[in-house]
């Protein structure tokens, strides 16, 4: 599948160009569309001089078709190629993120109550009443978004370094969606006994702890662990963020179809961190049918040497005892969840499938099968991507489950709390909105994070999560 051009391979060429040649310009954007990219701004910066300066900007599908247009340009008699910028990196230059004030210091008044010695009461109060640090400091809206690198986007165990950058992007997320605080915590540390120490050991600077790009099966420890051990909320989104978005936009693609949750037969492939709470979210709304594979096929009771988060998938899943690969799973399904790796289906094994069929193929940058190709057998087609319809992102959760539980001075995300975030998603979109490519709304949709605050705010009160109100 070609990779349609967007703005994360965005190139700048500056260019110089002859002045007695008027039609240099015309011939650059021509190169430029026959390459098939997207020019997106043309800008001249200098006139005057010897040589006609233009930065042109051109979208392309990945890294080796925007090298095509660069030299696709290059080659272009009366055009020289000055300067090449990915825009994507100099978006990232000296990192995304900065520290600022949300107190004045400008005068010796405002440094005696902000620092010493006025700082020492605020001290003093938290050290009678530890709670108190939620409302007298950061803790009560900043968020660790804590990572080993060891399992990041689809790039796999490229270290806390190289997982930084999307760590600082998360943050951006946090701060522009919800208004929460969030920071990197990235660890040069993979040992789930290590981890765990060192996220209990910062633990008293944040009011969550949103966990993030780590390899399964040892998240599930450590989110586990730290549950038990924490009184804050902890949130691995890999698995939470992604099952309640998919369970959001399964709630308006089964209005479209007509079908009901507890009716369903689903077929999913991928049995990591994400599959795993999508069907954990999936069997507690209701739905009985439910058949995972992995790589190396259906999971069942025949299966064994299971590490203990497969195994239990095996034992709770695929109640009719079916064998063989994914396409089996196929056969009569209502709907299709990818949450595991490209192109794992040809769009036509989808013809198997139940009249109507619904199909999430979320993996990313590549989904389990061509989305275009899926349209033609399936009523509902949702991606991970952005540049086709119906995006199931976790941008759409997490800022608003975390805004929710820390106005909430939750101590725990619920299952509760999970499922009205889901509910609170879907409803964002109104019934006469409602159609086969829009069945989540925009992550910028002004709706979306407050309603999902509100709905899982109310659901920690509702069911009294300790620390509430």
């Known amino acids: 599948m070609n990779a349609l051009p967007n703005a994360s391979y965005s190139v700048t060429l500056r260019l110089h160009l002859d002045p007695d040649d008027p039609g240099a310009i015309g011939r650059v954007a021509t190169a430029i569309g026959e390459a098939a990219g997207a020019v997106v701004a043309m800008d001249f910066v200098d006139t005057a001089g010897e040589v006609i300066v ?5 979208n392309a599908g990945d890294a080796d078709h925007a090298a095509t247009i660069q030299a696709d340009v290059e080659a272009l008699d009366g055009v020289h190629v000055h300067r090449a910028s990915d825009r994507t990196f100099l978006m990232h230059l000296h990192g995304k993120l900065e520290v600022r004030a949300t107190v004045p210091l400008n005068t010796r008044d405002d440094l005696s109550m902000a620092y010493t010695p006025g700082v020492a009461r605020v001290c003093r109060a938290i050290a009678d009443n530890p709670d108190d640090a939620r409302r007298l400091t950061i803790k009560g809206n900043t968020v660790a978004i804590v990572t080993d690198g060891t399992a990041v986007l689809g790039l796999g165990d490229i270290g806390p370094e190289a997982a930084l950058p999307v760590m600082e992007g998360k943050a951006l997320l946090f701060k522009r969606f919800a208004g929460v605080d969030a920071w990197p915590v990235c660890l040069d540390a993979t040992d789930p006994d290590e981890i765990v120490r060192i996220v209990e050991a910062i633990a008293p600077v944040y009011g969550g702890i949103n966990l993030e790009d780590i390899a399964a099966p040892k998240c599930f420890e450590i989110e586990d662990r730290l549950k038990e051990s924490l009184d804050i909320p902890v949130f691995h989104d890999d698995q939470h963020g992604t099952a309640i978005v998919t369970l959001g936009a399964l709630h308006n693609a089964l209005r479209l179809v007509d079908k009901e949750l507890s009716g369903l037969t689903v077929a999913m492939s991928g049995a990591g961190a994400a599959g795993v709470a999508v069907t954990k979210l999936l069997l507690r709304e209701g739905v009985k049918d439910i058949v995972v594979a992995d790589r190396r096929g259906i999971l069942g009771p025949g299966r064994d040497g299971l590490e203990s988060s497969k195994a239990w998938l095996a034992e709770h899943t695929n109640q009719r005892g079916l064998d063989g690969p994914l396409t089996a799973a196929l056969e009569g399904a209502d709907v299709f969840i990818g949450v595991s790796g490209p192109n794992v289906l040809e769009p036509c094994d989808l013809a198997v499938m139940a009249p109507d069929p619904i199909v999430f193929a979320l993996a990313n940058p590549d989904p389990e099968v061509d989305p275009v190709g899926a349209g033609e057998y399936a009523a509902v087609v949702a991606t991970g991507r952005s540049d086709y319809p119906n995006q199931i992102n976790n941008v759409l959760a997490f800022p608003g489950v975390f805004r929710g539980a820390l106005d909430a001075r939750a101590r725990f995300i619920t299952e509760e709390m999970k499922v009205a975030a889901a509910r609170a998603l879907a409803d964002v979109i109104k019934p006469e909105e409602l ?5 989540v709304p925009s992550p910028f949709d002004e ?19 300790p620390g509430t109100g």
Do not use: H
């Open 54 to 58: 233009v930065d042109v900007t051109a």
């Open 435 to 439: 159609r086969t490519s829009y069945i």
């Open 447 to 465: 709706r979306v994070a407050p309603a999902i605050a509100e709905a899982v705010r109310s659901a920690a009160e509702r069911s009294a999560v």
